[in-house]
């Protein structure tokens, strides 16, 4: 139970979309005065990196695992805030079975996407949310199937009084607000999913306002609001 | 002391439940049990075998390659258990006792009662339970259900049966 | 005062041991033969969850007891192979994963109620090194007691620890005298994730060195609990010439196939090891170090994964030869048992 790194420098790359969701978070617990419940579950992936973000109880999980994880621990500890941070791909890919079940059972945690349309950390492979004719190194012609929905998945499935919803995280202001609408949901018994479309100029190489405008296009498949 | 039964019949026949009650019988008399369902994949239909050990000591292993006593309930059952079937066996076969069975119009869903009594008969001469107890078990699961009178006659004919 | 003597199912023992531990939480996912376990739990009126599949019961269960819920979990032959994803999280961060696995036959779906073959799946599964405490209960009131245990030692010593059993024991209705067990004292749970400090719990690496220094002081305290928790059960070993090694209830039926080959006048001794991980090295060492020993015969229903354990674990100067008796996915009769030994003939004094 290491925690020697906690002032060591953030491990995101430069220009990456995590950090900014990650700070959303922890403003918005704070503001909630509910850092002290908050227990943040890391999938595999670039979440990962999150491990000493912020100053509240982080541990990881497996790669598609959080969700699973972070229902057990809400039984045993109802007072916390259980969060889930996960990328695209452990969400809708390797961890969607358990993802689709909580949302089915109504499971009081909230789960946090970061959708940023590739496997990153491994080199930028297709993800579950490629867009349709996106290159990546696993589909150099261009991704041939449109991408997955994930809060719109999940209404399919998810309580009404479920929140699920998308942001994009150049809207800090609708962020925090769906963070905490998000959270509030917790508390009243819910299931809650937010998916951030985020930046990812390694991966996308894209630089300054490319980067910008990427994510902009990306907001025409992918309907920002409450879902 | 030491008797191995294995109760074979098609699921759905009553083979656990009588495995039950003589099970039961002989641990209220303070005998050492050992009971082991056996059954395929099917929840219905195919070969459900029961091996039970009854003995004044503790059982250590709950399975046996050759039975003291083999009930067989049905056609199937009977082919499931030729492994079994040697003269130093004591059988108790359906093929034996089914005219009898039809003559007396027991029927077949009762067939299971029968055996339970002839099964019984051999314990209680044993001193391995008594009539009265298996009678207490057999009404404690049939008392309230509509065919008990059936059932109880049954059982009475297989007691009585020589 | 409840009689004490009892007539139940090993799966209604494991209930009961696990309401005795003061579990207060089961997720799992059906599968035979380890259904019975969690409707027998759900029957007593406590907490669960059924989950989508194993692999959410295994996180699942890794979530609860980083809250400090005393928890666990029961599977099977499939499932347990799912499981190994959540027992390899467990590993790493050294959580109190309590599994009960009823081994049925394999591999694929194989047969639903026997078999020995989850015995390399159960002590080394997943990416890890098998830091972790395996029971192979014999009968029904081992089942109970080291059920029990299996509790205490994960939360007291901070590894998985599985109850490794079968579909014939869990299935298995017999007699149990509970005043003979006595009185266990529970290990009580503790909030892992603390709730008035912060923590940073890693569970994933950026250095091979980092890796290594979590893996080295893990191995370190594993080999300084083996000694408490490694046991073993010996049955007529002094100067036998045949020394039989059985686990689980093929060791049950050993210890009766000693009785049967002495009366023959082979002198037929047991080592049945109740902990496979780790296993009773010393006392394996002095048993089949004797003189006297000529024969090792391992019976198993599998293909030699308990031999696998015994020859890389016994001391390399014990010179008594191996023979093997292997039946996998079978049930294994003291008869035949009986019949293998003396068809080696080995008699006593014809070496």
Known sequence: MNDNNQNSPSKFCAGCGHPIVLLALGKTLEEMGLSKQAVLGLDIGCSLLAINFLPINTFHTHHGRVSPTMVGFKKARQDSICLGYTGDGGAYAIGLQSLLHSAKRDEPITVLVVNNTVYAMTGGQTAPTTLKGQKTITDPDGCKNAPI????????????????????????????????????????????????????????????????????????VFKIGVI | MLIKILIAGDGGQGVQTISDIICQA??????????????????????????????????????????????????????????????????????????????QSVKPQNYNIFFLGLLAKILVEKKICGEDCVLKLLEKKFGKKENWEEKKNVFELSLNYV | ?????????????????????????????????????????????????????????GFALCGAVLGGEKAFTATSGPGNILMQDGLSMAEGMRLPFVMVAAQRGGPSSGTVIYSQQEVILSCFGGNGEGMRFVYSPSNLSELYKFTRKAFNDAWHYRFPAIILTDGYLLKTKGVIDFAKIGEIKNISPRALVPKDSVVHWPNIYTFEEELY??????????????????????????????????????????????DELRKKGINAGLFRPITLRPLARKKLDKIAGQESVKKIVVVESSLGQLARIIRDQIAPEICAEFAYMQYPGLGIETEAIVDFVAGLRVVSGEI
């Open chain 3, 1 to 57: 005062m409840v009689n004490s003597r009892q007539f139940l199912t090993g799966s209604e023992v494991f209930v009961r041991a696990a309401i005795d531990s003061g579990a207060g939480f089961m997720f799992g996912y059906p599968i035979t033969p380890a259904s019975e376990i969690l409707s027998g739990w759900i029957n007593s009126g406590k907490k669960y969850l059924q989950t989508e599949d194993e692999i959410a019961a």
């Open chain 1, 149 to 220: 929905l994930g809060p719109e998945l999940m209404r399919q499935v998810a309580d009404p009084k479920a929140f699920l919803a998308r942001t994009a995280v150049n809207d800090i202001k609708q962020a925090r607000e769906f963070i905490k609408k998000a959270i509030e949901t917790q508390q009243a018994g819910h299931f809650s999913l937010i998916e951030f479309l985020s930046f990812c100029p390694t991966n996308w190489r894209t630089k300054g306002q490319e980067t910008l405008e990427y994510l902009e296009n990306l907001k025409k």
């Open chain 3, 213 to 258: 220094q979590e893996i080295k002081l893990a191995k370190d305290d594993f080999e300084k609990v083996a000694e408490d928790i490694a046991d073993c059960e010996s049955y007529q070993t002094d100067k036998a010439d045949i020394l039989l090694v059985a686990h689980g209830i093929v060791g049950a039926a050993a210890k009766e196939a000693v």
């Open chain 2, 26 to 103: 002989a641990f209220e008399n303070g005998f050492f049990v050992n009971h082991i369902p056996n059954y395929g994949l099917e929840q219905r239909g195919g070969v459900s075998l029961s091996y039970i050990t009854i003995g004044d000591k503790e059982i250590t292993y709950p399975k046996f390659s050759m039975p003291d006593i083999l009930v067989v309930l049905s056609k199937q059952a009977d082919n499931r258990t030729k492994q079994y079937q040697k003269e130093s066996v004591k059988m108790l076969n359906i093929e034996d006792y089914k005219k009898d069975l039809e003559k």
